[in-house]
Nanobody
Framework: QVQLVESGGGLVQPGGSLRLSCATS????????MAWYRRAPGKQRDLVAL???????NYQDSVKGRFTISREVTKNTVWLQMNSLKPEDTAVYYC???????????WGQGTQVSVSS
């Protein structure tokens, strides 16, 4: 059973920064992709950022230039650096991993990010 454990959420003022981490119980290179999603109150869960096994990245338009997804293979960890945070970034953020065959995916428990003055 794959485990994804997120950490790093919290309350921050607009314009501030947070870094989320997702630690896996398996080598991150054994997944086709790893990603961060978020669910804002009353909304569906949306893709925020994704990194593939080859290191390619993709971002939701609203976070481009502000968020950066990266990985540390030796630590089996994926990071989401979030800068210039806005109130509309407030959401529960979830780590996601997809198997090499694209058929199975896993989710973390989620971490709350709140942006407010």
């Amino acid at each position: 059973q794959v485990q994804l454990v997120e950490s790093g959420g919290g309350l921050v003022q607009p314009g501030g920064s947070l870094r989320l981490s997702c630690a896996t119980s398996r080598s991150i290179l054994s997944f086709r992709s790893m990603a961060w999603y978020r669910r804002a109150p009353g909304k569906q869960r949306d893709l925020v950022a994704l990194i593939t096994d080859t290191g390619s990245t993709n971002y939701q338009d609203s976070v481009k230039g502000r968020f950066t997804i990266s990985r540390e293979v030796t630590k089996n960890t994926v990071w989401l650096q979030m800068n210039s945070l806005k109130p509309e970034d407030t959401a529960v953020y979830y780590c996601n991993a997809v198997e090499l065959d694209w058929a199975t995916q896993y989710w973390g428990q989620g971490t709350q990010v709140s942006v407010s003055s």
